[in-house]
């Protein structure tokens, strides 16, 4: 990859990462240098390491922990906003951002947002639908500030199919807004149906609700309230109607984490520590961390066109589609989820040394032994879903039904290790930092 | 089995393919050519993958070449699904 622009001072050596992707690669999304698709995750050689990565319908954003933002995948729309509109299976900087301080970005189908830790959002991209907020329905090849917000006091961006959310900062009751296509609801800013808006435009529903993180993808919208509940608005789940207005959950469980597909969220329920609990108490809250999902009644089953349901018919009183536990994990933590648009990942729990140091003043090394086995299934990553492409990362193109284990390959099996997943439309990437004992 | 319905005034005209497109959520372009709509064809394909969708449209708006060329179908007003 010799195309790779290295410009960067020396990185903290503390971390050690590695970062692999599968699944779609004919547009150069999987950085492999290669446009070809892959069934088993491949080792990706990186020249910076990842802060956080945003993966769209076939592009990929990175920001650097140096601060800096890459970018490589299609960029026929000027997604990639590098001031050109060809696609890239190389990475590379967005210049644009040098001297700016990015903390937040979102990749959509073909469009792309950024929020500076000055609070200014800034989007390139597809803008046939109005979806980067400028006013106008012009695409644009690199990063325009949304001149919409000019208090600078944007906190998130999501990115769906053809519309972007912003969350504000310290603006309850005004604080999700809504541009882009709205036909199916999923700006929330108008009980009639809206076709789109090019200018951002306040998301009804939240006067009342301090809202902590929103999420887009396909038509759909979701945002999490710092209660731990879920809006979902924009098109039904499981064939119900569209909802106009953000539409709260009606559950007991309290969310920590939602992740949205084309067809299904997958919601992560509130994770306690455990490094307070005892070994009693340590079970006992085993319950949480749990994934659920809404929606996704034909989720890993599409390539069988005799397994796929019909159009469900409505239950009678009802329109709200079921939440279902993610069957298969029994009791295994899960710390961390992601969706594409027809599949799912999910990275499983991984206890800290210290943990095991506690446990070793109360029991014997056998005793912790068997611990051990128990948690085997600790710190790994599984997927299912829609696998066509590879994008599950086993080896083949089957669907899965139920979350299967993704061998990535890597001789470490180390406590100190943390995984991230990330999925695109059709792609997933996962990185695994790993915590370096101090060499001083 | 259809993957989704999708009306013809939510699909994009692409100038270079010479098709009417709708993102596939493989990452590729579910296509369909004006002369498949005017054969009455519905079913648009993803040359990427084994996923269609139905495209639902009034197949006489593409019946009349002449009168019709200047369909844009992201300034056209809603067309009434069949």
Known sequence: MEEIEVNQSSESKEEEQRVWSWGAGTDGQLGTGCLQDELSPQLLHLPFSIS??????????????????????RGTSGQLGRGDMVNSSYLKPI???????VTQLSAGWSH???VSDSGCLFTCG???????????????????????????????IACGMRHSLVLLKDCLGNQVYGFGSGKRGQLGI?????????????????????????????????????????????????????????QCLSSSLCFSKTALGWNHTLLLTVTRLYMTCSWQSSISVAGDGEVFMLGGSNHGVLSDPEKMSPAKPLSENSNEAALEKVSGLDDTKVVQIAAGAEHSALVTGNFQPSFFIY???????????????????????????????????????????????????DEVQSNDASFQVYCGSGFTYAIRTLSLPSQT | ??????????????????????????????????????????MANCPSCTLFITVIYNIEDFLDKKQKDKFEPSKQQPVAAA
């Not at chain 1, 210049?95 to 301080?101: A, E, H, L, Q, T």
Request: charged share 15%; hydrophobic share 35%; proline share 3%.
């Open chain 1, 359 to 409: 446990l070793s003043t109360y029991f014997s090394l056998a005793h912790l032994f068997s611990f051990l086995n128990a948690i085997a299934d600790n710190g790994i990553i599984m997927t299912w879903g829609w696998g066509e492409h590879g994008q599950l990362g086993l080896g083949n193109t089957s669907d899965q039904t139920k979350p299967k284990a993704v061998s990535l390959d």
């Open chain 1, 52 to 73: 956080t990565l945003a993966c769209g319908g076939a592009h990929v954003l990175a920001l650097t922990s140096c601060g800096r933002v890459f970018s490589w995948g």
């Open chain 1, 112 to 114: 792309s947002g950024f």
């Open chain 1, 126 to 156: 597809d803008g046939s639908f109005g979806q980067l907020g400028h006013g106008d329905y012009s695409s644009y090849c690199s990063p325009v500030k949304v001149s919409y917000f000019t208090n600078n006091n944007v906190q998130q």
């Open chain 1, 190 to 246: 108008s009980k009639d149906k809206i076709r789109s808006v090019s200018l951002p435009q306040v998301t009804n529903g939240f006067e009342d609700v301090e809202i902590v993180g929103i999420s887009a993808n396909g038509d759909h919208s979701a945002s999490l309230s710092a209660n731990g509940h879920l809006y979902t608005w924009g098109k039904g789940f499981n064939k119900t109607s569209d909802s106009y207005i953000p």
């Open chain 2, 1 to 42: 089995m259809s993957y989704d319905d999708v009306e013809i005034e939510d699909m994009e005209w692409n100038e270079e393919l010479q098709v009417y497109t709708y993102p596939c959520p493989c990452g590729d372009l579910f296509q369909i050519s004006k002369a498949e709509l005017q054969s009455g064809e519905v």
């Open chain 1, 95 to 101: 210049s644009f951002f040098d001297g700016y301080s």
